[in-house]
C-alpha cells in the first residue's frame, strides 16, 4: 500500500504525461504538463489521481503519442497536505479539517452542498440546469471544466488542495479521475520526477497568474501545441 492509500497520509501522489518530438528535454516546467482536460480549468492544474486513472492515463498518452509519432513520459509529483485525509464519508461539517476531496468519498449531504455551488455559479451565468444535471454533478464537471473554478473560490474551499473528480481528457475516450491543484497552493507541490527518464530535471516555477494551464491547448512543449491533444 503506497502512502497516499493511508487515511492519515499528508501526501497525495499525483502524475500527468509530457509529450515531445525529437530528443529527449532536458528539463521540463511542471507547470507545462497539465493534463488535457476538454476545456481549460482557470486557476487550477489537473493531474492523473489513482493507481487505474494513471496506468489507463498512460495507456492513452502511449496511443496518442503513436498515433501522432511524439514521444512522451510520465511526471510525478507529490502535494503535500496540511491535514489528514479523511477515512470516511466527506460532509460538509468535515470541510474545515481536510485539505482534500475526492467525490468518490463524499456523503449524501456533501453532494447536496456540490450542487448547490454549482447551481449557484450556473445561475449568475443565467443557465437554470434541470434537477437530473445537478443529480450528477460529475457528468456536469465532465461538461464544464470550467465549473471546477466555482469549487475552488467557494465560500470554505479556499484551504483545499486537492479536489479529485472523474474528469474528461482529449486523450481518453472514457472518464479518467484527475487530482485538481489550485494555482493557489502551488507551493504545496514539493516534489516532482521523470519516472520513464530519471535524467530530465523537473521544474516547479509557478504558473504565471494570467497563464491558462497547459491543458487549454495541449501538453508538452509550446512549439508542439499545433501537434499536442487540444481540448474541446
Excluded at 489537473?46 to 492513452?60: E, H, I, R, T, W
Excluded at 489528514?84 to 476531496?101: E, L, T
Aim: aromatic share 6%; glycine share 6%; charged share 20%.
Amino acid at each position: 500500500m503506497s502512502t497516499t492509500d493511508k487515511p492519515d497520509s499528508h501526501i497525495i501522489e499525483l502524475s500527468s504525461v509530457y509529450f515531445f518530438s525529437g530528443p529527449a528535454p532536458r528539463a521540463i516546467a511542471l507547470k507545462d504538463c497539465g493534463v488535457p482536460t476538454n476545456a481549460p480549468i482557470s486557476g487550477a492544474f489537473p493531474a492523473l489521481y489513482g493507481y487505474q486513472s494513471k496506468q489507463d492515463g498512460f495507456m492513452a498518452a502511449r496511443a496518442y503519442a503513436d498515433k501522432n509519432r511524439l514521444q512522451f513520459t510520465v511526471v510525478d509529483f507529490l502535494v503535500e497536505l496540511d491535514q489528514k485525509q479523511n477515512p470516511n464519508m466527506m460532509r460538509p461539517d468535515d470541510i474545515p479539517n481536510h485539505d482534500f476531496i475526492s467525490f468518490a468519498r463524499m456523503s449524501r449531504s456533501m453532494m447536496d452542498n456540490l450542487q448547490a455551488v454549482l447551481h449557484e455559479r450556473l445561475a449568475n451565468e443565467g443557465i437554470t440546469p434541470s434537477k437530473l444535471e445537478l443529480a450528477k454533478p460529475h457528468l456536469l464537471l465532465q461538461q464544464r471544466p470550467d465549473l471546477v473554478s466555482s469549487l475552488i473560490e467557494a465560500p470554505g474551499w479556499e484551504h483545499m488542495k486537492v479536489i479529485a473528480y472523474p474528469a474528461k481528457l482529449t486523450i481518453s475516450e472514457k472518464p479518467l479521475t484527475v487530482g485538481i491543484v489550485p494555482h493557489s497552493h502551488w507551493d504545496s507541490i514539493k516534489e516532482a520526477s521523470c519516472r520513464l527518464n530519471p535524467g530530465i530535471r523537473i521544474t516547479l516555477e509557478p504558473p504565471n497568474p494570467t497563464q491558462v494551464d497547459s491543458a487549454a491547448a495541449g501538453v508538452g512543449s509550446p512549439t508542439l501545441k499545433d501537434r499536442g491533444p487540444r481540448s474541446r
